[in-house]
């Protein structure tokens, strides 16, 4: 069964930095894709990130590009996502996502997702 497990949300000044990391079990790694996806209160989950374990391709949203980076770790099975120039509008739940075959920006096309880290933007 895979498992997805997020850690390293925290509260934040407006312009710092976080990582967050997606440590990942009970799966095969190739031809998977794992997502970052964030959710604020009454609205839909967003697309943030994506990358390719096999090959490490990444895909990110056009808010979040040139101040995020995805990456792996495929001897630690652990995606990160690195967050610099934290925004107000950064703030809310991140959750690491994962899929087979395929990068994807719809969050109904993972299958599998972690529990979500709180992370909180101070201006």
């Known amino acids: 069964q895979v498992q997805l497990v997020e850690s390293g949300g925290g509260l934040v000044q407006a312009g710092g930095s976080l990582r967050l990391s997606c440590a990942a079990s009970?799966?095969?790694?190739?031809?998977?894709?794992t997502g970052w996806f964030r959710r604020t209160p009454g609205k839909e989950r967003e697309f943030v990130a994506a990358?390719?374990?096999?090959?490490?391709?990444?895909n990110y949203a056009d808010s979040v590009k040139g101040r995020f980076t995805i990456s792996r770790d495929n001897s630690k099975n652990t995606v990160y996502l690195q967050m610099n120039s934290l925004k107000s509008e950064d703030t809310a739940v991140y959750y690491c996502?994962?899929?087979?075959?395929?990068?994807?920006?719809?969050?109904?096309?993972?299958?599998?997702w972690g529990q979500g880290t709180q992370v909180t933007v101070s201006s």
């Open positions: 990358i390719s374990w096999r090959v490490g391709s990444t």
């Open positions: 009970g799966l095969t790694l190739d031809s998977y894709i």
């Open positions: 996502a994962g899929k087979k075959y395929g990068s994807s920006r719809y969050s109904n096309d993972y299958t599998t």
